[in-house]
């Protein structure tokens, strides 16, 4: 679950690619809610909140104004997804020091 508040023109540029890429990269559903509209000190935040699949595909969507966003998950989905593609398995974390020549 991801809340956030991207100002108008931000949001037109970062919103979409920035929720579907999360989605992708953590195999997991994605629901974010996006403050929207124009506020008393003059500020326009995006909006549009929204539930992604673990594929980056919207399921839904709500451009602004107080709404609700819902949908059904697949959980088999992103289960099928994670086993055809192990992701997770690739990370490799590493405590060791990495010593830079100057």
């Known amino acids: 679950v991801l809340p956030a508040a ?3 023109v931000t ?7 920035l929720l579907r890429a999360r989605a992708i990269e953590k195999q997991c559903f994605v629901v974010a809610a996006g403050q ?3 506020h008393a000190n ?4 995006y909006g549009h909140s929204t539930i ?3 594929w980056g595909e919207v399921l839904t969507s ?3 104004g107080p709404g609700l966003v819902q949908a059904l998950v697949d959980f088999d989905q992103m289960h099928e997804i994670r086993r ?4 997770g398995q690739h990370n490799q974390f590493r405590s060791e020091l ?3 020549n100057s």
């Not at 949001?11 to 690619?17: L, Q, R, V």
């Not at 003059?42 to 935040?45: P, V």
């Not at 055809?84 to 992701?87: E, G």
Request: net charge negative; charged share 15%; glycine share 14%.
């Open 98 to 100: 990495i010593e830079f």
């Open 36 to 38: 929207g509209g124009q």
């Open 84 to 87: 055809n593609m192990p992701v």
């Open 62 to 64: 709500l451009a602004q």
């Open 11 to 17: 949001g037109e540029a970062h919103w979409w690619p």
């Open 42 to 45: 003059g500020r326009e935040t």
């Open 52 to 54: 992604i699949t673990p």
């Open 6 to 8: 991207f100002t108008q």
